[in-house]
């Protein structure tokens, strides 16, 4: 997971993960679906570079939407500066496994 404010150009090679920094919704789109979809586009991204799994830092009360977008809290603490309730998740995604550490 990238420190928070680090300017990223591109994806590092060999890139281990794909993470989602930020997910925004207009007030009127919400409940809508539209945040799943752009979830699901994005994974669709992850596994198209071959990618094993998405991570993310959940703030301000997110975990909930993304644990129903099939992430799960990891036990480790975000990195500083994501603020008391974030919550650093990650999801496999199906069909591609982890490159040899």
Do not use: K, N
Not at 12 to 25: F, Y
């Amino acid at each position: 997971m990238p420190p928070l404010g680090a300017r990223l150009g591109a994806l590092p090679e060999p890139a281990g993960a794909w993470c989602i920094h930020d997910l925004a919704l207009l007030p009127e789109a919400r409940g809508s679906g539209a945040g799943a979809r752009a979830v699901a586009r994005s994974l669709r991204a992850a596994r198209r570079r071959g990618l094993c799994e998405a991570t993310l830092v959940a703030v301000g009360g997110a975990a909930g939407f993304w644990r129903h977008q099939g992430f799960g809290a990891l036990e480790r603490p975000p990195p500083a500066g994501y603020g008391r309730d974030a919550v650093l998740m990650v999801r496999r995604l199906a069909g591609l496994t982890p490159p040899p550490s």
